[in-house]
Protein backbone atom coordinates (compact mmCIF):
# COMPACT_ATOMS: atom_id res chain seq x y z
CA UNK A 1 0.00 0.00 0.00
CA UNK A 2 1.35 3.42 -0.94
CA UNK A 3 0.51 6.04 1.40
CA UNK A 4 0.09 9.87 0.76
CA UNK A 5 -0.29 12.31 3.99
CA UNK A 6 -1.60 15.57 3.29
CA UNK A 7 -3.10 18.56 5.81
CA UNK A 8 -0.60 19.52 8.41
CA UNK A 9 0.29 22.88 8.88
CA UNK A 10 0.71 25.98 11.31
CA UNK A 11 -2.47 27.25 13.50
CA UNK A 12 -2.65 28.45 17.04
CA UNK A 13 -3.62 26.63 20.15
CA UNK A 14 -7.48 25.93 20.57
CA UNK A 15 -7.78 25.71 16.40
CA UNK A 16 -8.04 22.65 14.51
CA UNK A 17 -6.53 20.80 11.30
CA UNK A 18 -8.15 18.30 9.27
CA UNK A 19 -5.48 15.12 8.01
CA UNK A 20 -6.19 13.24 5.01
CA UNK A 21 -4.21 9.84 3.93
CA UNK A 22 -4.78 8.27 0.76
CA UNK A 23 -3.95 4.73 -0.77
CA UNK A 24 -2.78 3.60 -3.68
CA UNK A 25 -2.13 0.30 -4.88
CA UNK A 26 -4.63 -1.33 -2.72
CA UNK A 27 -7.74 -0.58 -1.05
CA UNK A 28 -8.30 -0.21 2.73
CA UNK A 29 -10.31 -3.87 2.93
CA UNK A 30 -8.68 -5.87 5.46
CA UNK A 31 -6.13 -3.21 6.55
CA UNK A 32 -5.72 -1.68 9.87
CA UNK A 33 -5.03 1.85 9.69
CA UNK A 34 -3.33 3.96 11.70
CA UNK A 35 -2.63 7.84 12.56
CA UNK A 36 1.21 8.25 14.44
CA UNK A 37 3.02 10.82 15.35
CA UNK A 38 6.68 11.99 15.99
CA UNK A 39 8.24 14.92 17.95
CA UNK A 40 11.97 15.79 18.11
CA UNK A 41 13.64 13.83 20.60
CA UNK A 42 10.74 11.48 21.19
CA UNK A 43 10.02 7.90 20.08
CA UNK A 44 6.74 7.63 17.37
CA UNK A 45 3.42 6.98 19.06
CA UNK A 46 -0.01 5.87 18.33
CA UNK A 47 -2.30 9.35 18.05
CA UNK A 48 -5.61 6.71 16.46
CA UNK A 49 -6.07 3.48 15.12
CA UNK A 50 -9.39 2.75 12.94
CA UNK A 51 -9.17 -1.12 12.68
CA UNK A 52 -10.78 -2.69 9.48
CA UNK A 53 -13.10 -5.36 11.16
CA UNK A 54 -15.14 -2.05 12.42
CA UNK A 55 -14.11 -2.52 16.15
CA UNK A 56 -14.06 1.08 17.77
CA UNK A 57 -11.40 3.04 16.74
CA UNK A 58 -8.47 3.58 19.39
CA UNK A 59 -7.05 7.28 20.64
CA UNK A 60 -4.40 7.53 23.09
CA UNK A 61 -5.26 8.94 26.08
CA UNK A 62 -3.81 12.67 25.46
CA UNK A 63 -6.05 13.35 22.34
CA UNK A 64 -9.22 11.34 23.17
CA UNK A 65 -12.11 13.77 23.22
CA UNK A 66 -10.59 15.87 21.21
CA UNK A 67 -9.23 14.03 17.66
CA UNK A 68 -11.48 12.01 15.87
CA UNK A 69 -10.47 9.27 13.01
CA UNK A 70 -12.96 8.34 10.18
CA UNK A 71 -13.25 6.64 6.80
CA UNK A 72 -14.23 6.88 3.59
CA UNK A 73 -13.93 3.56 2.21
CA UNK A 74 -15.29 4.30 -1.26
CA UNK A 75 -12.49 6.66 -1.72
CA UNK A 76 -9.58 4.79 0.13
CA UNK A 77 -8.86 7.26 2.65
CA UNK A 78 -8.28 8.11 6.08
CA UNK A 79 -9.00 11.30 7.49
CA UNK A 80 -7.72 12.37 11.26
CA UNK A 81 -9.75 15.50 12.48
CA UNK A 82 -8.17 17.49 15.44
CA UNK A 83 -9.87 19.54 17.36
CA UNK A 84 -8.55 21.94 20.33
CA UNK A 85 -5.12 21.31 19.52
CA UNK A 86 -2.65 22.42 21.74
CA UNK A 87 1.30 23.19 21.25
CA UNK A 88 1.95 19.96 22.87
CA UNK A 89 0.16 18.41 19.62
CA UNK A 90 3.12 20.51 17.64
CA UNK A 91 4.84 16.71 15.83
CA UNK A 92 5.20 15.15 12.19
CA UNK A 93 2.26 12.91 11.97
CA UNK A 94 2.11 9.84 9.79
CA UNK A 95 -0.14 7.51 8.51
CA UNK A 96 0.04 3.69 8.40
CA UNK A 97 -1.48 0.85 7.43
CA UNK A 98 -1.03 -2.51 8.62
CA UNK A 99 -1.82 -5.77 6.46
CA UNK A 100 -0.79 -8.54 8.73
CA UNK A 101 -2.49 -9.94 12.14
CA UNK A 102 -0.27 -8.59 14.70
CA UNK A 103 -1.92 -6.20 17.35
CA UNK A 104 -3.13 -2.47 16.21
CA UNK A 105 -1.22 -1.51 19.02
CA UNK A 106 1.99 -2.66 17.92
CA UNK A 107 3.71 0.17 15.97
CA UNK A 108 6.66 -2.23 14.71
CA UNK A 109 3.78 -4.27 12.71
CA UNK A 110 2.57 -1.32 10.37
CA UNK A 111 4.09 -2.80 7.47
CA UNK A 112 3.29 0.54 5.09
CA UNK A 113 3.71 4.19 5.80
CA UNK A 114 3.25 7.70 4.66
CA UNK A 115 5.12 10.16 4.19
CA UNK A 116 4.24 12.68 7.36
CA UNK A 117 3.44 15.86 7.57
CA UNK A 118 4.25 18.73 9.67
CA UNK A 119 1.54 20.19 12.29
CA UNK A 120 2.86 23.18 14.67
CA UNK A 121 0.64 24.24 17.22
CA UNK A 122 1.73 27.76 18.18
CA UNK A 123 1.15 29.16 22.12
Known amino acids: VQLQASGGGMVQAGGSLRLSCSAA????????MGWFRQAPGKEREIVAI????????YYANSVRGRFTISRDSAKDTVFLQMNSLKPEDTAVYYC?????????????????WGQGTQVTVSS
Open 96 to 112: AAKTNAAQIYDVLAYDS
Open 25 to 32: GRTFRAVD
Open 50 to 57: MPWRGDRP
